[in-house]
């Protein structure tokens, strides 16, 4: 037998004896991308006027403050920015607005990137801080 049959050999009868991938872990991951984190109810300070905000799982979004509702959607994108496209009115073509809001590390408080930089922070409603659902 040659050295390259017997190296070829012990290789394969190497492979065969490894043992198996271990099984993934069950239970939730440990960090969640921000796009699933932020899934959920939220009370919105948008330059000191607090707004009811919903994210849904699959980027829906509505806003409402009193009479006023917003519908729209939401994503998180490549570089971490939150957007925002949303409307009062959407049947009209021309009332849709797009925002993106960069979040300061560690925070879900930033402020509209472009021409505005309104301050934006996303707060959990609580039952000291109700959401002001209509």
């Known amino acids: 037998m040659s050295f390259r049959v017997f190296v070829l050999s012990l290789a394969l009868a190497g492979s065969a004896a490894a043992a198996p991938a271990p099984f993934p872990k069950e239970g939730a991951p440990r960090h969640r991308p921000l796009s699933e984190a932020l899934a959920g109810e939220w009370v919105m300070n948008w330059g000191g006027i607090r707004f009811h ?9 509505r806003c409402s403050l009193g009479g006023m509702r917003y519908v729209g959607s939401w994503s998180v994108d490549g ?56």
């Open 79 to 134: 570089q971490g920015r939150f957007r925002i496209t949303e409307s009062s009115r959407p049947e009209e073509a021309r009332s849709w607005h797009s925002y993106s809001i960069r979040f300061e590390p560690g925070t879900l408080s930033g402020r509209v990137e472009g021409g505005t930089g309104v301050a934006v922070r996303l707060e959990r409603p609580t039952a000291a801080r109700p959401a002001g659902k209509d």
């Open 53 to 61: 905000l919903t994210l849904g799982p699959g980027g829906a979004y």
